[in-house]
């Protein structure tokens, strides 16, 4: 039987969408109920639920990967939906295979165990790799030495169960070079590694060291991955293939 449920994180959800308005935040929602209900999102379900404003949010976009099928999922649900499922599996399995309830009680808090991120195994393990992404932030982001909190180094842990230590440090780049987190006081580290969806978001937003030419043409995904000083290099303007928006470098300026 479908799981009728998954997880719903209420904080991760408020930071991950902070930057997002009330309209790209309703089709979020939407999307994420089909996906857990149906699977992977096609492009003409996401269509259907978003419209233009698919092709015009980068931020939406960069909520979900697009699979080799052409389909697109949201990472972080996907990983909610199998932790789930397996738990549900273990559960049917040990009063399947267990005959005494004293049994069902040990394996079910060894299970819960397991399930969550064991800090003080992951703390170990990664201690050089957390201390170089605590150092790496001292250094670049101007603030006085962060702490190193149980809770944060916590969340460090969780992140480098699915990005690599380049992957974070890339995105601390973008938080401390960006003049509107500058401007706005939200130069801060709980802010990347709080949630799988804000490295994953400023990772999409880190800028490319690409070169653009006259007539190069780009959706505005890429283009605002590209260098502000690099863009403002040329005189743009817009059109539209098969509904779907671009932008062409007319000349250099």
């Not at 052409?70 to 972080?76: E, I, L, S, V």
């Not at 201690?127 to 001292?138: A, Q, S």
């Not at 949630?195 to 007539?215: F, P």
Request: with cysteine.
């Amino acid at each position: 039987m479908k799981d009728p449920a998954f997880l719903f994180y209420p904080s991760d959800f408020l930071i991950g969408t902070d930057d997002m308005t009330n309209e790209e935040i309703g089709c979020y929602i939407r999307l994420l109920c089909w996906q857990a209900d149906r699977g992977a999102l096609s492009d003409s379900k996401i269509k259907k639920i978003c419209g233009e404003l698919w092709d015009k949010s980068a931020e939406l976009q960069s909520k979900f990967t697009k699979q080799t099928s052409g389909k697109h999922f949201n990472k972080r649900l996907q990983s909610e939906i199998e932790k789930r499922k397996n738990y549900c599996n273990s559960r049917r399995d040990n009063r399947l295979n267990k005959k005494h309830m004293s049994n069902i009680r040990k394996t079910y808090e060894k299970r819960m165990e397991n399930e969550d991120v064991n800090v003080n195994v992951n703390k170990k393990e990664n201690n050089n790799i957390i201390n170089n992404i605590y150092n790496y932030w001292d250094s670049v982001s101007g603030k006085r030495q962060i702490k190193r909190t149980a809770k944060r180094t916590s969340h460090i842990n969780a992140r480098l169960n699915e990005y690599a230590e380049s992957e974070i440090k890339q995105a601390i780049d973008y938080i401390v070079n960006s003049q509107w987190h500058i401007e706005n006081g939200h130069v801060n580290l709980d802010i990347i590694i709080r949630s799988t969806e804000q490295v994953e978001k400023y990772l999409g937003k880190t800028e490319h060291n690409c070169k653009i030419n006259t007539g190069d043409k780009y959706t505005k995904t890429e283009l605002i991955k590209i260098s502000e000083a690099e863009r403002k290099k040329f005189e743009w303007c817009s059109f539209e293939i098969n509904n779907k928006k671009y932008y062409k470098a007319l000349k250099k300026i």
